[in-house]
């Protein structure tokens, strides 16, 4: 198969350069960014190669209708939204970009921490409805703080090393063993999850979604959180049980929570967005120039290697 007749479908959104490059390399590329489910179905069949990011779902009933699939790329970190069980089956190779958005998630994780600390989301708001609540906006410091990461992948370690500049006090979970040489640069000490939980005052997840981390965090480990920390979920939206979430902080057991990520997205009517000491964003943890021109760039990258040695 010569490239010029590889074809190539881009399911959502990516960055220009992207499509650019693969254009140039002789692909022939068919950009949908807003096609729907039924209308992937349909057409699959026509394509190659299918590109996706986080909004479209490229279940079994789609990859097994590819009947021509040679590759699936994902411009992003997590294959949740990619069977890629099917995708072996049916002989399809499937890629992702796992180093394009780190430091894009990491920042928003801190941004996160910081807007948690010192309730900056709720005085902006408050002084466009007229309202002063300067008494009211006693804030805390990072600096001194206990930071648990519950997992130390590449995102992890980015926002260890993001929180040294803070002076937090820096403490893991994985069950990965880290090498002893990561550890003493980002100047970190591993604990048991019961452990991290109980002494840290602000947590944050990075951890993927599978059967084993599917609620994660509940209302048992929610418990033995204080009273006075902070939950921070830049992951996926599954791996806590947001009822058991919502419950804790309405009661008060800890002090708030931020979630860019959530079970069901867009999180319509969710229970958790009443409340005031929740602050959510869309999901928007990938959402920078630099990030996407990254992932896109190196997906496609990918692809074009794929398909050097048949070209």
């Not at 791996?239 to 008060?252: P, T």
């Amino acid at each position: 198969m010569s490239v010029e007749r590889i074809r190539v479908l881009i399911c959502d959104s990516i960055s220009k350069k992207g499509i650019e490059l693969l254009s140039s390399a002789g692909f022939e590329v068919s950009y949908i960014p807003d096609i729907t489910s039924d209308e992937l179905v349909k057409t699959i069949s026509n394509f190659d190669v299918v590109i996706v990011r986080s909004r479209t779902k490229l279940t079994r009933n789609v990859i097994v209708a590819g009947k021509s699939l040679k590759a699936i790329g994902r411009a992003g970190v997590g294959l949740d939204n990619v069977d890629v069980k099917a995708a072996k089956e049916i002989g399809a190779k499937v890629f992702n970009t796992p180093d394009a958005l780190t430091n894009a998630v990491s920042e928003l994780a801190i941004g996160l921490m910081l807007n948690l600390a010192r309730g900056i989301s709720l005085g902006d708001s408050s002084l466009r409805k007229d309202e002063w609540l300067k008494n009211r906006l006693m804030g805390v410091e990072l600096k001194g703080k206990f930071l648990g990461i519950i997992g130390l992948g590449r995102i992890g370690k980015r926002i260890a090393e993001l929180s040294n500049a803070f002076g937090m006090t820096v403490c893991y979970y994985d069950v990965v063993d880290i090498p002893d040489a990561v550890l003493k640069r980002l100047k970190l000490t591993f604990m048991e999850v019961d452990e991290l939980l109980s002494k840290c005052d602000f947590i944050t997840l990075n951890i993927p979604l599978t059967p084993s981390t599917k609620h994660f965090i509940n209302s048992d480990k929610l418990l033995k959180m204080k009273q006075t920390a902070y939950l921070i979920n830049t992951s996926r939206g599954g791996v806590i049980d947001e009822h058991a979430l919502y419950n804790s902080l309405k009661s008060g057991s800890i002090k708030g929570a931020a979630l860019d990520v959530f079970e069901v997205e867009p999180p319509l009517k969710n229970e958790l967005l009443t409340l005031p000491n929740m602050l959510c964003t869309p999901h928007i943890g990938a959402q920078t120039e630099e990030a996407q021109e990254i992932a896109a760039v190196s997906v496609s990258e990918k692809i074009i290697d794929f398909f050097k040695p048949i070209g």
